[in-house]
Nanobody, 123 residues
Framework: QVQLVESGGGLVQAGGSLRLSCAAS????????MGWFRQAAGKEREFVAA????????SYADSVKGRFTISRDNAKNTVYLQMNSLKPDDTAVYYC????????????????WGQGTQVTVSS
């Protein structure tokens, strides 16, 4: 299990952009599929995006496809979530997660997750 620390959240106006970062500890980062999920106040946790260990395979929730892009830099032990065209409905705490493969991120069966970073999109 790796330890994950998210950063980059904040307050942004609708239509704006943010880039979230997730820094992983340890030296086995490249062996993990990585991803993001979010939880808005009063709502259930939902999958956002995931990326394979090589970066060659990605998966996105329908609600963010075309607006968000996930990427990773294994040399820096970091995964990113570029969020464009943000909407008020994107407001949530965003969590980074790690698992052995992408599908486990999608289904929520991840082995590690971070403390989260708040994203607030104003109307």
């Amino acid at each position: 299990q790796v330890q994950l620390v998210e950063s980059g959240g904040g307050l942004v106006q609708a239509g704006g952009s943010l880039r979230l970062s997730c820094a992983a500890s340890g030296r086995t980062f490249s062996t993990y599929a990585m991803g993001w999920f979010r939880q808005a106040a009063g709502k259930e946790r939902e999958f956002v995006a995931a990326i394979s260990w090589s970066g060659g395979s990605t998966s996105y929730a329908d609600s963010v496809k075309g607006r968000f892009t996930i990427s990773r830099d294994n040399a820096k032990n970091t995964v990113y979530l570029q969020m464009n065209s943000l909407k008020p409905d994107d407001t949530a705490v965003y969590y980074c997660a790690a698992a052995s493969r992408v599908q486990l991120i999608v289904t929520g069966d991840f082995s590690s997750w971070g403390q989260g970073t708040q994203v607030t999109v104003s109307s």
